[in-house]
């Protein structure tokens, strides 16, 4: 299932990430991030139990990613996303200068990001 981000609050020095989706039970936090490239998206990958759930960070996002990459980010207020900082930065350095997400995601990555 995807859950699209719509909402990110600054919360008393942590980010809460709220979705245009009604919250769903038991989700834990994979600690991974993955690109939708096709579709300029961060993915980061929760488990329900059962299968993995897609939080897609459109790309309307991605300044306040920018902005709050170094915070603690919760899912609703309630669910920790482990390793986020970790895993976006990871990604970002990645992406720089690698047009094997392709060059249009790449280079607007890099403008955002100011790689």
């Given at each position: 299932?995807?859950?699209?981000?719509?909402?990110?609050?600054?919360?008393?020095?942590?980010?809460?990430?709220?979705?245009?989706?009604?919250?769903?039970?038991?989700?834990?936090?994979?600690?991974?991030?993955?690109?939708?490239?096709?579709?300029f998206?961060?993915?980061?990958?929760?488990?329900?139990?059962?299968?993995?759930?897609?939080?897609?960070?459109?790309e309307?996002?991605?300044?306040?990613?920018?902005?709050?990459?170094?915070?603690?980010?919760?899912?609703?207020?309630?669910?920790?996303?482990?390793?986020?900082?970790?895993?976006?930065?990871?990604?970002?350095?990645?992406?720089?200068?690698?047009?094997?997400?392709?060059?249009a995601?790449?280079?607007?990555?890099?403008?955002?990001?100011?790689?």
């Open positions: 299932m995807n859950l699209h981000v719509n909402e990110i609050k600054l919360v008393d020095d942590q980010v809460h990430v709220f979705t245009a989706e009604e919250p769903l039970d038991q989700l834990t936090a994979t600690g991974q991030m993955i690109t939708d490239s096709d579709h998206q961060f993915v980061y990958q929760l488990d329900d139990g059962t299968a993995y759930q897609h939080l897609r960070f459109v309307e996002t991605w300044p306040m990613m920018n902005d709050y990459k170094d915070k603690e980010w919760l899912l609703y207020g309630t669910v920790k996303l482990e390793r986020f900082t970790e895993e976006f930065e990871l990604l970002l350095d990645n992406i720089k200068d690698n047009h094997n997400y392709g060059k995601f790449t280079e607007k990555v890099e403008e955002v990001f100011a790689l």
